[in-house]
């Protein structure tokens, strides 16, 4: 071997004890921060941000249509919640609309479930969430065959 191809090997075995290293280190922060934490519905009170991307999907529309939305989510803490949000299905702005009904429920793990509706929907929503960085964000998915959709909540 090279003399070239040696320092190219110990810089390749010394970045990978590194990000090795750096892993443990993140992941037992990580560890710290949660602990054992116990969530619940109280864990998510308050206002958060929302903004969410997808595709719309036949038969809720004609041919798979992209969306956006951005808007801002209330939870009571207690299991109930609003959205009040703005959306471009297709180029077409829609709203802001408000919801008529919105139910959450947060398991002890700090997963959860999501179901609302606007006006005119023909049905709930599902969403199923998880929530991360210490309590002020929560990530989630659409979870019917109408959307594929990921969406993002930051506590306000």
Known sequence: ??????????????????????????????AEDDGDRVFTNKSIEGRWGLSAQGTVLPPAVPVPTLAVAVGIVDFDGVGGCSITDTVNLGGTKIGPLTTKTCTYSVNSNGT???????????????????IVDNMREIRDIRTDQFAVAVGVLKRQ
């Open 112 to 130: 959860g479930t999501l179901s609302f509706a606007f006006p005119d929907d023909p049905g709930p929503t599902p969403v199923s969430f998880v």
């Open 1 to 30: 071997m090279n003399r070239t191809g040696i320092f190219v090997g110990i810089a390749v075995l010394v970045l990978a004890v590194a990000v090795v290293a750096g892993s443990i280190i993140i992941s037992s922060a990580a």
